[in-house]
């Protein structure tokens, strides 16, 4: 089954401070074709394909803070939300961490 799609990905970034940064991000996904999963596997043997055969659609949208301690480390929060979708898994995401960056001394 041939399923097409189109998709945008956009990340937008602002330096606050030069060791705070604030982002935002857009993903974008429609399908042109596939199947509606829910009318047409309802406990099908093909049910591993769901998501390759989906006529998926989304929107979802997020934005991120990170500080910058040093210049070895780094702390930050992010957050991901559907804002519409069809035919594909609820997303709502929080990540808190932080980076190390190994130096080499010379």
Known sequence: MRVNRSEVDL???YFVTPSITVSGTMAYLKSHGGIDF???YPGALEFHKHD???KANYL???GSVSVDVNDALNFFVSYT???SG???HALRSVAVGSTWTLQILE
């Open 38 to 40: 829910l009318e047409t």
């Open 52 to 54: 390759r055969h989906a």
């Open 60 to 62: 979802n949208l997020g």
């Open 11 to 13: 990340t937008l970034g």
């Open 86 to 88: 069809e035919n594909t």
């Open 81 to 83: 939300g559907m804002v």
